[in-house]
């Protein structure tokens, strides 16, 4: 069997740099992560045994440190943490803080903020938090209800990092045509776009697929959707225990490709384990 694997695999960029943070961080001081900083038992387990915990909200718990993850947090937090004299370690991707920053500016020159994705990701819950009205969160053109808006408002039109650019092109061509004020900024991140158009090509060209990465990460999730509408063999897996020989029988070519939350020593088990099928 032919194995391919996409360059694109595994850690992009921002999720690389949080996890070298966490685990450079001085832990002798009671320290925590806001969430998991990222969607990876492997890694979660690490932190845990360095003595890093990960906590869901601040309130009620003594620490030093709060380290935040990738997705980025709601300017209150940094608020809170403030207050409570406990010290940042910002792992917030870059390219997701210079979202924090254009809605705040924009929302201050007096655009609406109409905010692209998935309203329970932790990413949005931070972009939106970084607004003081609170932004207009559509997950897709349906949910778009003309009603709610005003053909005399500006609107500031930017999306999840990590968010399909089908959906958010439909929306904003929308919202073009239906004649609003609008001023769009391309905010998904091209580390996601290339693992996607890299998905898309090897999907068409193999008779399997198999995409690395957790059920609870969106990037993953995407990316199973893309190879799942081309090639009908696509199998989404945590790790190499959950491969299945059945799976491959008959086999000639398969692709790999994995979520940007997935390690490279679990891409190596995946491929290992596949090379002995
Ligand atoms: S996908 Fe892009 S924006 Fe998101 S953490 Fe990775 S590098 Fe940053």
Redesign the pocket.
Known sequence: MEILLAKSAG?????K??VDMAFKTDSTKKTYTLGHIIHNETVTHQLHEKGIESIEHMDHVPMDQLIIR??GVPEEVYQEAYEKSVHVIDAT????TKIHKLVSRHEKEGFNIILIGDANHP?IIGINGWTKKGCIILKNKSELDFSQLSQDARYFIVSQ??YKKAVVDEIVEALEQAGYNIKFMNTI????SERQNEAREMASQVEAMVVIGSRHSS?TQKLYEICGSLCPKTYCIDDASMLKEEDFEGIEKVGVTAG?STPADVIDEVLTKLQQI
Not at 93 to 96: L, Q, S
Not at 189 to 192: K, L, N
């Open positions: 850690f992009c960029f921002g999720v740099r949080a990738a997705h991707c870059p390219y997701v990413e990092t990590t991140c091209s580390a996601t990037n940007a």
